[in-house]
């Protein structure tokens, strides 16, 4: 494979990135393919299957204790393909309070923060995958750090690998 910007021959491995374009901060992924250019540093990743990575990504987002921060509540709405103003006539709320959830100007109540995981839980028909008894361990306790998670791509698919602890 060739460089786009100067032609020159790309090298191949696999490496561990950090997953900026998900929007979330602590998100990595694990040996996942890396194109980079040894002439002009220009570089590549590659990234198969990318609505299951996007799948596998936020059902690790619901599956956490602690509530949902501001980052992972925008990243679960852009998920579900929702503008703030769906989200917010899906939520029963405004979209000024959509913003402030968003922004971190607001918190996110308890039972609104519930109302999003299920609804990510329904979308993907994979209550099988989220009992339902997670819920009661979702701590009251306000916390600003979004989930540190890494993904890794085998064979059979995304999978989720935790990285550290669940903010």
Known sequence: MKCRECGGK???ARETVKYDASGLPGVTLLNVEVRRCPQCGEWALVLPKLEELHRVLAL???????????????????????SAADFARHM????ETISRWETGKMAMGATADRLLRMMVVLREKAAYEYSLDLLATIQPKRTTRPLKVGL???DSGWSEQRTGTDG
């Not at 690790?60 to 998920?79: D, S």
């Open 92 to 95: 029963g709320k405004s979209p």
């Open 152 to 154: 890794t791509l085998s």
């Open 60 to 82: 690790a987002v619901v599956r956490k204790p602690a509530p949902l921060a501001r980052e992972e509540i925008r990243f679960l709405r852009k998920h579900m393909g929702w």
């Open 10 to 12: 790309m090298k191949v």
